[in-house]
């Protein structure tokens, strides 16, 4: 079936850029996506990319997808203590039709 | 509008009780799907409504019964539930169905003593 891995915690100091990375096994995978949750709160749809494209910037966001790898992340520019937060990669297919989430990626950002 | 409403934020009931979570959204969606959320978890998929009929049902046990009264309301009726079934349980509604992208509502917290 399908598998989206993520790194379970991250730690990043505030102005820094933050990482998160995202592994997933689905080919044929359609849309790739990245959510927020804050604590006690709902999922936030970020942003998303197709899987013909490569890269996506929104404001201080940058999405890349490897294909070839099966690899996906987001870049957060200038990180500020709003930005932690959990954040799940989730993809949808042809196959799986509905969205598989990764496990999610605590980010923990310090003044 | 781009939100998807839950009520109520916080619930807390017996095993005994019959209760029932509530969903709205005006976006004109015609997708909508009950998610359980347990704490630093991913959420997981209970039932999609597709146009208002059930078309997705994740082998959830029958004490958790959805409802979805018109286009724009999903009920989640509970009754005899057991305290593992406390969590988080999420809402969210997409345009259509599968391979979109989902908008999710806050939550409700359930604790079942």
Redesign the interface.
Known sequence: GEDVEQSLFLSVREGDSSVINCTYTDSSS??L?W?KQEP??????LT?IFSNMDMKQDQRLTVLLNKKDKHLSLRIADTQTGDSA?Y?CAE???SA???T????T?LTVLP | DTE?T?TPKHLVMGMTNKKSLKCEQHMGHRAMYWYKQKA????E?MF?YSYEKLS?NESVPSRFSPECPNSSLLNLHLHALQPEDSALY?C?SSRQ???????????T?LSVL
């Not at chain 1, 006690?40 to 749809?45: D, K, R």
């Not at chain 2, 630093?40 to 959420?43: I, R, S």
């Not at chain 2, 169905?97 to 939550?107: I, M, R, Y």
């Open positions: 359609t849309y996506y959510y006690g709160a709902g999922l936030q749809l998303y959990i799940f949808t297919s042809g039709r509905q969205l989430f990764g496990s999610g605590q | 998807v839950q630093k978890k991913p959420p998929l999609v997705i999420l969210a169905g599968a391979n979109e992208k989902l908008f999710f509502g806050s939550g917290q």
